[in-house]
C-alpha cells in the first residue's frame, strides 16, 4: 500500500475519532451547563454575582473549546496539504 495513502487514512480516522470525541465532550458540558443553571434558578441561594461569575467561566470554557477544535482541524488541514493529499 502507498504510504501517502496510508497517512491519509490515518490522518481520517483521527480527524474522525476526534471530532467525535469532542462532540461527545461538548454534549456532555453542555447538559450540565443546563443542570447548574435551572439548580441555580430553583434554589435561589446563588447571588447575582456569583451567577454572573459562573456565567463568564462558562462562557471562557466553551471559547476554550473552540480554539482548540479550531487548532486540531487547522494542524491536520495543514498536515494533509504538506503530504499533497
Same mark, same amino acid.
Given at each position: ?8 487514512? !490515518?490522518? +481520517? ?19 450540565? +451547563?443546563? &443542570?447548574?443553571?435551572?439548580? !441555580?434558578?430553583? *434554589?435561589?441561594?446563588?447571588?447575582? +454575582?456569583?451567577?454572573?461569575? &459562573? ?5 471562557? @470554557? ?11 482541524? *487547522?494542524? @491536520?488541514?495543514?498536515? +494533509?496539504?504538506? @503530504?499533497? &493529499?
Amino acid at each position: 500500500m502507498d504510504q501517502k495513502v496510508m497517512v491519509k487514512q !490515518m490522518i +481520517e480516522f483521527n480527524l474522525a475519532t476526534f471530532n467525535n470525541v469532542f462532540d461527545s465532550i461538548v454534549l456532555i458540558q453542555d447538559q450540565f +451547563e443546563s &443542570i447548574a443553571m435551572k439548580a !441555580m434558578d430553583q *434554589s435561589g441561594v446563588v447571588p447575582e +454575582e456569583g451567577r454572573k461569575a &459562573i456565567e463568564g467561566w462558562v462562557n471562557v @470554557l466553551k471559547d476554550g473549546r473552540k480554539n482548540i477544535k479550531s487548532h486540531i482541524d *487547522s494542524s @491536520l488541514q495543514q498536515a +494533509e496539504k504538506l @503530504l499533497d &493529499i
